[in-house]
């Protein structure tokens, strides 16, 4: 069994084929979704798709691209999700500072929003970072010294350094699509790193296809592909790298209502 831990099929991306892409996931044996929030205006809609699909949970929180959307982002918007048992984590949130630099401190103090969110409720962070690494480690690492908290590095393409901060207080790192890529021995050679123990896999669908369908807009039944990259990366075979991935995930996102 497969888990996609990072999707967002509630995008318009998928408005034609939201049930067929479902389908196809379950096919491949990609069995548990989260389909991640990115907008916690969309939060309740997402809520809703869920409680209408088995095994699909989601997730309330704000991505950093949309910081200045709201000019007085409190913790409280996303804990007021929280009780929804289909909420089994923090945002998407973090800092992108490669499209988004103009709008660096609005995008500061919403990440510290929901730091605040996943320190008060337990639910895991679900941490963006690009081309923020310095900042992104100095957040992280002064936030959980006040108050540890969980968390994940998702879609993971940064450098090493911050792969190990985030280690250090107890992360998890996501693999996607972006491994699967020839220009990117260096980040398989960080994942090669990681302990098997905080490995995730993920497809962060729509976006990221892997090969052989980079290009294509991506889909869950696609973390096939990257499974079996990050298998061969690890010196594994796939079923291996699928239950050892798919058990870091109920780990994670223990709120997550795992079937026997």
């Known amino acids: 069994m497969f888990t996609d831990s990072h999707c967002h099929i509630n995008s318009e991306d ?89 709008i660096k401190a609005a995008q500061l103090k919403v990440f510290q929003a929901h730091i605040e969110a996943a ?12 081309d923020a690494d310095e900042d992104m480690m100095r957040l992280l690492t002064k936030n959980y010294k006040i108050k540890p908290f969980r968390g994940e590095l998702h879609c993971f393409s940064s450098g090493e350094k911050l792969c190990r901060a985030a280690l250090d207080i107890g992360f998890y790192i996501s693999a996607s699509g972006i491994i699967t890529f020839k220009k990117s021995e260096e980040l398989r050679q960080i994942f090669a790193k990681v302990p098997n123990e905080r490995l995730l896999i993920e497809t962060d669908a729509p976006f990221l296809a892997p090969t052989p369908h980079r290009g294509k807009r991506n889909e869950p039944a696609y973390v096939v592909n990257t499974a079996q990259v990050l298998a061969e990366v690890k010196g594994i075979d796939i079923e291996q790298l699928a239950e050892i991935t798919t058990e870091n995930f109920f780990r994670l996102f223990n709120k997550v209502r795992r079937d026997e």
């Open 119 to 130: 320190q008060e409720s337990g639910l895991p962070l679900i941490v963006h970072s690009r």
């Open 14 to 102: 998928f408005a034609a084929d939201r049930e067929e892409v479902v389908v196809r996931a379950r096919e491949m044996k990609v069995e548990y979704l989260l389909d991640v929030s990115d907008d916690v205006e969309k939060t309740p809609e997402i809520i809703d798709f869920c409680r209408h699909h088995e095994k699909i949970y989601t997730t309330s929180g704000l991505h950093p691209e949309l910081a200045d959307k709201y000019a007085e982002f409190k913790a409280e918007m996303i804990l007021e999700h929280i009780k929804s048992p289909y909420v089994v984590g923090i945002g998407e949130c973090g800092l992108d500072y490669y499209y988004n630099a103009d």
